[in-house]
């Protein structure tokens, strides 16, 4: 099932299609030349296989081992238990957790996205399960999730504090009382800055459609505490480092392809702050997907918070 974005005037922009090649900038995530390798790019690995068994354990089901065989009162009485999933992607992940039995909503403003994992679905046999919303947090039902989720780095694309506070109130308002909250932001301390270059980022892979591509990243500018070059860093305001990146991408019929993006990074005392004014308690804190305590370099901050 797919709905569309809410006529409330903030869909991201398509993107310029009459522009030449590379292209100074536009949102990777409506581009597609960038969601076709999405899933070769981010193939899930760690980060999936860590949310499916946290997942799991907080309702009760076991998520690679079939369909769901019971689970704590709480979502018993709501029938399956339900996953609410903000930046839900290509529905990778979201499908893995249906295929356990888990009932699935998926938000994303991303129409190339949303498309993509209602492609996904198509002839999975779980399409009673999911829902996809081509839109915001907004469209999630209220006091109807057992678990928030927001990965892939989701929480980083939120760069005002406004926008984000807005995200963990819906986060918050869409929440069972006792439901919980999980997603992971890149630790700002533990990023590595110095290695997002070509020279250590370039890979080349499978096409989905035939041959190879290449790609990699290039830093552009950072705003806020951590300047690479070690200069005197503009800073916007104290919520973390903006980060902006370029990247690039050679597909197999030779175009060059280029899309800049900027994320926010922030400090676990913003987070700390933020998810306690939204009305959050933290339960753990993890610095890496192996569960790693977290640490003042881990690259992870890896939530785990309750709606009391
Ligand atoms: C790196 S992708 C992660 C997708 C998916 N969760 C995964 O792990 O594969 C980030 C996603 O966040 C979505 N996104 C960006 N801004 C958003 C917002 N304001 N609300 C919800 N999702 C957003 C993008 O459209 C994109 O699909």
Not at 17 to 32: C, I, V
Not at 97 to 102: E, H, K, M, S
Not at 145 to 171: I, N, T
Not at 248 to 262: F, I, Q, W, Y
Request: charged residues 25%; contains cysteine; proline residues 6%.
């Amino acid at each position: 099932m797919a709905e569309d974005l809410a006529d409330d005037g903030t869909a991201a922009g398509a993107p310029d299609d009459a522009a030449p090649a590379p292209l100074p900038e536009h949102a990777w995530t409506e581009d597609p030349d960038y969601v076709r390798v999405y899933d070769v790019e981010n193939a899930g690995g760690w980060d999936h296989d860590f949310y499916a068994e946290l997942i799991g354990e907080l309702v009760g089901v076991s998520v690679d081992g079939g369909a769901w065989s019971g689970g704590p009162a709480e979502t018993v009485a709501a029938g399956a238990p339900h996953v609410a999933d903000i930046g839900c992607g290509t529905g990778v992940l979201g499908l893995r957790l249906a295929a356990a039995g888990i009932r699935v909503t998926g938000v994303d403003p991303s129409r190339a996205m949303i498309d993509a994992a209602e492609a996904r679905t198509a002839g999975s046999g779980l399409d009673e399960q999911v829902t996809w919303h081509h839109g915001f947090a907004d469209r999630l039902p209220t006091a109807s999730a057992d678990v928030v989720l927001m990965e892939g780095h989701v929480a980083q694309y939120f760069l005002e504090r406004s926008a984000w506070d807005e995200v963990l109130a819906h986060a918050h308002r869409a929440l069972v009382p006792g439901g919980a909250l999980t997603f992971e932001s890149r630790n700002p301390d533990g990023l590595e800055l110095d290695v997002w270059d070509e020279e250590h980022t370039r890979e080349t892979q499978e096409h989905p459609d035939g041959g190879t591509f290449d790609s990699w990243i290039e830093l552009v500018r950072v705003v806020g505490e951590q300047d690479v070059a070690g200069e005197q860093a503009e800073c916007a305001d104290d919520d973390g480092p903006l980060v902006t990146h370029r990247g690039h991408m050679v597909l197999p019929d030779g175009r060059h392809v280029t899309t800049e993006e900027t994320l926010r990074f922030r400090p676990l005392e913003v987070l700390r702050d933020s998810l306690e004014q939204a009305g959050f308690v933290i339960e753990q804190l993890w610095g890496d997907w192996d569960r790693e305590e977290l640490d003042t370099d881990s690259p992870e901050i890896i939530v785990l918070a309750r709606k009391p």
